[in-house]
């Protein structure tokens, strides 16, 4: 299980070369075993998540910078596109100017990021971690990709924007309103009714926030062990005959061509998905029963 | 150890085609009825055609969380 692949010696078999892949680059030096750890840090989410995100801005950034009224360029044309599509979104759901501010930049930077996060599934499944073997010289280092198709990135990712409803909660209605509100809702204002509606709160907010995060991760998760498995098919060849390996070759590129294909579709589907219902969770958080 | 493994396998088959049944009934049921209320009201289309996707998504959501979890199944059993 520990022994990982690119060794010359022996070729790893199909689960090793999976599982070698399925182990994040974090702070213990070797895959996580436990379901929940919280001394373990994923390094490469962490690091690939921050540089996508200032990839992101810096674009955004640069384009903004350079917009004209005159004659607008390609970039600068897809980029209003993209946020008048977000805007119309916004104004359709969070009913408050004032937050508004907030908040439609807020929607517009979540799908940027999580658009450039999912897009790293269509980097070659082996090109990165084979570069960072390369690199280190330990042809056992693990290292995955994709910041969303690891739970932790996802969860943090709708975590926080619980934390924003929270906060909007509070800052529509007042501590003493949230608390009337979290005791009230959804079943009505009666003393034998405060427990009820105050477990249903909570049910709600918890359902509410995994199910942001695990639809994305698992998505993403998927994605990514398909492409592995469409990359075993290709691997595959070396042990069969010249004919059924040559086959199965061929097999791997026209399957991978066409999951990468549908694969985008998914990839900015996912990314409008979180996006939108970011915006609809901040929405709740501003209306009042 | 091996019956333990069928087990498994078996119960990753059932996880994902009992969700891919759901999920593709779910689909078409929506994608019948888009394409029933853009026959009906062809400017409602654009409008219609954005929330149709997101439903999509939403739909697929736990047919796709479900074959990950089944996958996962298999490379930590029988596939290791």
Known sequence: MSTGHEAATNAPNAGEYVLHHLGNLNSSGHPQTTMVDFSIINYDTVFFSVVLGALGLFFLWRVARRATSGVPGRAQAALEILIEMVGNQAKAIVHNEQSRKFVAPLALTVFVWVFLMNSMDFLPVDLLPFLWQTITGNPHAYLRVVPTADLNGTLGLSVGVLLLCFFYNIKIKGLGGWIHELFTAPFGNHPLLYLPNFVMQIIEFTAKTVSHGMRLFGNMYAGELLFLLIALMGMAFPSMSPLGGSLLWIGHLITGTLWALFHIFIVVLQAFIFMMLTLVYLGQAHESH | ?80
Not at chain 2, 25 to 49: F, H, T, V, W
């Open chain 2, 1 to 80: 150890m091996e019956q333990v493994f069928g087990n498994v396998a078996l119960a990753c088959g059932l996880i994902i085609a009992l969700g891919a049944i759901g999920a593709c009934i779910g689909i078409s049921l929506m994608g019948g009825k888009y394409l029933e209320a853009s026959a009906r009201q062809p400017e409602l289309m654009n409008e219609l055609q954005v929330k149709m996707f997101i439903l999509a998504g939403l739909i697929d959501a736990a047919f796709i969380i479900g074959t990950g979890i089944a996958v996962w199944f298999a490379i930590s059993t029988f596939l290791k």
